[in-house]
């Protein structure tokens, strides 16, 4: 999992990643392809 200050970057790596807020924290997550993990820190 990366940990970035910005997560918008990250998001356009793969069509199907999606911003999910979890516990405060913002995450980036990939159902089809798991190594597109991010938090944001």
């Known amino acids: 999992m ?3 200050n910005s997560l918008k ?3 356009g790596r793969h069509r199907e ?3 999910v807020r979890r516990k405060g924290r913002l995450y ?3 159902k089809t392809n798991r190594k597109f ?3 944001q820190g």
């Open 17 to 19: 990643n999606r911003i």
């Open 37 to 39: 993990k991010a938090r």
């Open 28 to 30: 980036v997550i990939n």
């Open 9 to 11: 970057s990250l998001r």
């Open 2 to 4: 990366k940990i970035k």
